[in-house]
């Protein structure tokens, strides 16, 4: 099983929402990934977990709150978003995320949410 | 800061003809990752390169990390309507990210 599953597919919110994604890999890898891909633009890295723990936080705005629950769980809570925080949302996975397995750093990216703010 | 570039935009080719993508770095970097998004969908991890003049085959795809591990391409040969999507690279310096190249887009032509 190489699947990052990643839900809902789509969501629409308002600014005054409050929403979840949800992401979960059940390859037993120890490093989750956020990420916001704009329209035509490259995947821009929001937030690393690694062993559970947040590893990089790429200045990303407090209205984005990521948790990771357990080492198969990742979520990014949404609160009070701007409508050019419209994109798709991928999560992404890998066995470690170190320099010392680099083999192991191959990410799987799920098949995003698309998120549109009202 | 670190930074990937990655040209060109975007390439239109002629179905059977060769397409390449470069992406150049800076500085030096600890390894390279090669993936392709069709429309609509996500990226898909294609190869990792992470020796100097590391060079990798996929069938008809050629991917080629430089001497100086500054600069990496992906080369198609014949191309086909199935290679259609964005190709891009992500490389990693000495810390825990990577950084994704802008993307070229590849439409093939029948």
Wanted: proline fraction near 5%.
């Amino acid at each position: 099983d190489t699947e990052v599953t990643q839900t809902p597919k789509h969501l629409v919110m308002g600014m005054t929402n409050k929403k979840s994604l949800k992401c979960e890999q059940h390859m037993g890898h120890r490093a989750m990934y956020w990420y916001k891909q704009k329209a035509k633009k490259p995947p821009e890295l929001m937030f690393v977990y690694s062993y559970e723990k947040l590893s990089i936080n790429e200045s990303v705005p407090s209205r984005f709150s990521p948790e990771c629950p357990n080492s198969s769980l990742l979520n990014l809570h949404l609160h009070a978003l701007q409508p050019e925080d419209s994109a798709l949302y991928l999560c992404a996975s890998s066995q470690v995320s170190g320099l010392t397995s680099l083999a192991k750093n191959i990410q799987y990216f799920g098949a995003g949410t698309r998120l549109s703010v009202l | 800061g670190q930074q990937v570039m990655q040209i060109p935009q975007y390439q239109h080719v002629q179905e059977g003809e060769d397409f390449t993508t470069y992406c150049n770095s800076s500085t030096t970097l600890s390894n390279i990752q090669w993936y392709k998004q069709r429309p609509g969908g996500h990226p898909v991890f294609l190869i990792q390169l992470v020796k100097s003049g590391e060079v990798k085959k996929q069938k008809r795809l050629t991917f080629q990390f430089g001497e100086a591990k500054k600069n990496s391409s992906l080369h198609i040969t014949a191309t086909q309507t199935t290679d259609v999507g964005t190709y891009f690279c992500a490389g990693r310096y000495n810390f825990n990210k990577f950084y994704f190249g802008s993307g070229t887009k590849l439409n093939v032509k029948p």
